[in-house]
T-cell receptor, first 118, second 116 residues
Framework: AQTVTQSQPEMSVQEAETVTLSCTYD???????LFWYKQPPSRQMILVIR??????QNATENRFSVNFQKAAKSFSLKISDSQLGDAAMYFC???????????????FGKGTRLHILP | KAGVTQTPRYLIKTRGQQVTLSCSPI?????VSWYQQTPGQGLQFLFE???????NKGNFPGRFSGRQFSNSRSEMNVSTLELGDSALYLC???????????????FGPGTRLLVL
């Protein structure tokens, strides 16, 4: 079964600085997708970034980028020029590329709460 | 463009009752997925629908069911409610383009269900 681990329950970063959130996963599949989601205090979940496992190039979305290491099964999120609006819970997620009626089709990590210090 | 809407936003039920939650996706999105979020279990995948067909289902008991209509609106139903079903239920609509190379996904605000 697939697992997703976020080892940092909480992190803080100074405004305008760069922060990296860690995520490791375990799978025996070769084809899958990885995601980072942001959930601010409003609880509105937002897709931050998506990575296809078969693509070696790291995904980027403006100030957000990932470091995808497939062999190491690592998928970290880097936030550059941190802003107060980045304060939120961040979830790493794995999604199998196959349509399956299994509970590990989509797996979320426990989340990392990110604080931005003014 | 209107976002993903979920109704109702808040719901209080008692054990043994049943509940139906609704999700209207973004226009043009044919994929709808449902998630349960609780403090103890975190985020868990419930099911995914695409063009009225259930494509994937998480490991939830048969009390949890769903469906999708021809207009892509989706409902999930929980029968014989238990205290542990108290949660925030999130719905997301997705559009995949370019043979899977680009995915747009938006979440609704959620339905907060409290079972007494």
């Amino acid at each position: 079964a697939q697992t997703v681990t976020q080892s940092q329950p909480e992190m803080s970063v100074q405004e305008a600085e760069t922060v990296t959130l860690s995520c490791t996963y375990d799978t025996s599949e070769s084809d899958y997708y990885l995601f980072w989601y942001k959930q601010p205090p409003s609880r509105q979940m937002i897709l931050v970034i998506r990575q296809e496992a078969y693509k070696q190039q790291n995904a980027t979305e403006n100030r957000f980028s990932v470091n995808f290491q497939k062999a190491a099964k690592s998928f970290s999120l880097k936030i550059s020029d941190s802003q107060l609006g980045d304060a939120a819970m961040y979830f790493c997620a794995y999604r199998s590329a196959w349509d399956l009626n299994r509970d590990d089709k989509i797996i979320f990590g426990k989340g990392t709460r990110l604080h931005i210090l003014p | 463009k209107a976002g993903v809407t979920q109704t109702p936003r808040y719901l209080i039920k008692t054990r043994g009752q049943q509940v139906t939650l609704s999700c209207s996706p973004i226009s043009g999105h044919r994929s709808v997925s449902w998630y349960q979020q609780t403090p103890g279990q975190g985020l868990q995948f419930l099911f995914e629908y695409f063009s009225e067909t259930q494509r994937n289902k998480g490991n939830f008991p048969g009390r949890f069911s769903g469906r999708q209509f021809s207009n892509s609106r989706s409902e999930m139903n929980v029968s014989t409610l238990e205290l542990g079903d108290s949660a925030l239920y999130l719905c997301a609509s997705s559009l995949v383009q370019g043979a899977g190379s680009k995915e747009t996904q938006y979440f609704g605000p959620g339905t907060r269900l409290l079972v007494l």
